[in-house]
């Protein structure tokens, strides 16, 4: 559903993305992993047409990013790490809008905010301004608004930031749920029990690039990791705080 292809991202001197390559199937739920600034955020953005890569392809459901970026868009929600929107407008507003990008508006639209609202249980907030949102709130709404148009993709950074324990959960049934029904999730996150949890298959990424991909008994095969958690092979494979380290400063 997701093929990159020598995808390159560079400032200057400085590459963010390697010539990475990479496929995503269609119902599955991937898992992408990486430290800080290792490339996770700027990929994801190039698959969402923000950033345009220094080279290399992006084809969504078989449409190339490049060629044709409206089919490719409507192909794909896209939910950020930083749910921006506009303060001055009301919830139910700012899903008109976006549902506007789409093309898309009347009573089917109405209909659709509705169901979206009442599960991310924003209903009674529709008509408020989004300044009076909290952090929580604007996430549900911006993950209401990636799922508006009915994408078959669903790419998303750092999902569970500012949800609490209820909210993380929900949001974790309605990901199996997409992939079961033929979806596709890519998902950016440094909370390593949820990949374990939640993913079919990971990558891992450094450097700005692919370390390893696959399940994890095919990551552990592939790095001799035996029963190693994700927690320990993400360690290894990009290089934590070893205890030895860790003395050194407490001493």
Same mark, same amino acid.
């Given at each position: 559903?997701?093929?990159?292809?020598?995808?390159?991202?560079?400032?200057?001197?400085?590459?963010?993305?390697?010539?990475?390559?990479?496929?995503?199937?269609?119902?599955?739920?991937?898992?992408?992993?990486?430290?800080?600034?290792?490339?996770?955020?700027?990929?994801?953005?190039?698959?969402?047409?923000?950033?345009?890569?220094?080279?290399?392809?992006?084809?969504?459901?078989?449409?190339?990013?490049?060629?044709?970026?409206?089919?490719?868009?409507?192909?794909?929600?896209?939910?950020?790490?930083?749910?921006?929107?506009? @303060?001055?407008?009301?919830?139910?507003?700012?899903?008109?809008?976006?549902? %506007?990008?789409?093309?898309?508006?009347?009573?089917?639209?109405? %209909?659709?905010?509705?169901?979206?609202?009442?599960?991310?249980?924003?209903?009674?907030?529709? @008509?408020?301004?989004?300044?009076?949102?909290?952090?929580?709130?604007?996430?549900?709404?911006?993950?209401?608004?990636?799922?508006?148009?009915?994408?078959?993709?669903?790419?998303?950074?750092?999902?569970?930031?500012?949800?609490?324990?209820?909210?993380?959960?929900?949001?974790?049934?309605?990901?199996? %749920?997409?992939?079961?029904?033929?979806?596709?999730?890519?998902?950016?996150?440094?909370?390593?029990?949820?990949?374990?949890?939640?993913?079919?298959?990971?990558?891992?990424?450094?450097?700005?690039?692919?370390?390893?991909?696959?399940?994890?008994?095919?990551?552990?095969?592939?790095?001799?990791?035996?029963?190693?958690?994700?927690?320990?092979?993400?360690?290894?494979?990009?290089?934590?705080?070893?205890?030895?380290?860790?003395?050194?400063?407490?001493?």
């Amino acid at each position: 559903m997701i093929r990159l292809t020598d995808l390159t991202k560079r400032y200057g001197r400085f590459t963010a993305v390697d010539a990475i390559n990479l496929e995503i199937r269609q119902g599955e739920v991937f898992g992408f992993l990486g430290p800080n600034g290792a490339g996770k955020t700027t990929t994801m953005r190039m698959i969402a047409g923000i950033l345009k890569p220094t080279a290399g392809q992006i084809t969504i459901g078989g449409d190339d990013l490049a060629e044709n970026p409206i089919r490719a868009k409507s192909r794909l929600g896209f939910i950020p790490d930083r749910p921006f929107v506009y @303060d001055k407008l009301t919830g139910a507003e700012f899903l008109r809008f976006v549902a %506007a990008l789409y093309g898309q508006e009347g009573p089917a639209v109405e %209909a659709r905010m509705g169901e979206l609202l009442d599960l991310f249980e924003l209903m009674p907030w529709k @008509d408020e301004l989004v300044e009076s949102y909290s952090h929580g709130m604007r996430q549900k709404l911006i993950i209401s608004s990636a799922l508006l148009h009915r994408p078959e993709v669903i790419v998303v950074d750092e999902p569970m930031v500012g949800l609490d324990p209820k909210g993380q959960k929900f949001l974790k049934d309605l990901f199996r %749920a997409f992939a079961n029904r033929g979806g596709t999730v890519l998902m950016s996150t440094h909370t390593l029990d949820t990949v374990e949890e939640m993913c079919d298959r990971i990558g891992i990424i450094n450097g700005g690039r692919i370390l390893a991909c696959g399940t994890m008994a095919e990551i552990r095969h592939q790095f001799e990791g035996g029963d190693q958690d994700i927690e320990a092979l993400f360690l290894r494979l990009t290089g934590g705080v070893i205890d030895r380290e860790l003395d050194v400063i407490l001493e």
